[in-house]
Antibody
Framework: EVQLVESGGGLVQPGRSLRLSCAAS????????MHWVRQVSGKGLEWVSG????????DYADSVKGRFTISRDNAKNSLYLQMNSLRAEDTAFYYC????????????????WGQGTLVTVSS | DIQLTQSPSFLSASVGDRVTITCRAS??????LAWYQQKPGKAPKLLIY???TLQSGVPSRFSGSGSGTEFTLTISSLQPEDFATYYC?????????FGGGTKVEIK
């Protein structure tokens, strides 16, 4: 059974940093691209960042470009999101999601999602 | 960036109704479109991929159609468990944008 478990969320002051992790199991992690998607409570979904199976292809939403860094450690079956210079508008649930493909874009869909970790940016 | 305009944003319907949700892309995305269902407090669940392919285990009352810039999700006979929020997502090019969502509520 595929499992994606996010951790690292919490309350952080504006301008500070936070690192999210996503522990993957139940599949061959280094075969698949991975993504971070966020959702402000009660609002819609926003794709944040994606990384290919070998970290050769990486991209970010404009809203986080230059502040967030996605990475993965295939030996540890883990995905990360380093978030710097956090802003109040970064407050959201952050989901990690598994791509059906190893290399994207393009791709077909995200087939598994974690349950999310809440990041709250407030003084 | 490719924008996805989903309509309506809110829909009130009764059990047994036929429901159609539209997703329009700002530029052509071939068939690289997926539909997700999300219930409160839960992660999104894949319903349809490649615009019209039903994900395994999803009831056949759900169907998708379209290509290029116009897509639709149809629920042929709304069931109580279908009351949720639905999102389209384009996977043609980064950033992988989502539509604004359609909340389907009980009439």
């Amino acid at each position: 059974e595929v499992q994606l478990v996010e951790s690292g969320g919490g309350l952080v002051q504006p301008g500070r940093s936070l690192r999210l992790s996503c522990a993957a199991s139940g599949f061959t992690f280094d075969d698949y691209a991975m993504h971070w998607v966020r959702q402000v409570s009660g609002k819609g979904l926003e794709w944040v960042s994606g990384i290919s199976w070998n970290s050769g292809s990486i991209d970010y939403a404009d809203s986080v470009k230059g502040r967030f860094t996605i990475s993965r450690d295939n030996a540890k079956n883990s995905l990360y999101l380093q978030m710097n210079s956090l802003r109040a508008e970064d407050t959201a649930f952050y989901y990690c999601a598994k791509d059906i493909s190893g290399q994207s874009p393009p791709t077909i869909y995200f087939d598994n999602w974690g349950q999310g970790t809440l990041v709250t940016v407030s003084s | 960036d490719i924008q996805l305009t989903q309509s309506p944003s809110f829909l009130s319907a009764s059990v047994g109704d036929r429901v159609t949700i539209t997703c329009r892309a700002s530029q052509g995305i071939s068939s690289y479109l997926a539909w997700y269902q999300q219930k409160p407090g839960k992660a999104p669940k894949l319903l349809i991929y490649a615009a019209s392919t039903l994900q395994s285990g999803v009831p056949s009352r759900f169907s998708g159609s379209g290509s290029g810039t116009e897509f639709t999700l149809t629920i042929s006979s709304l069931q109580p468990e279908d009351f949720a929020t639905y999102y389209c997502q384009q996977l043609n090019s980064y950033p992988f944008t989502f539509g604004g969502g359609t909340k389907v509520e009980i009439k």
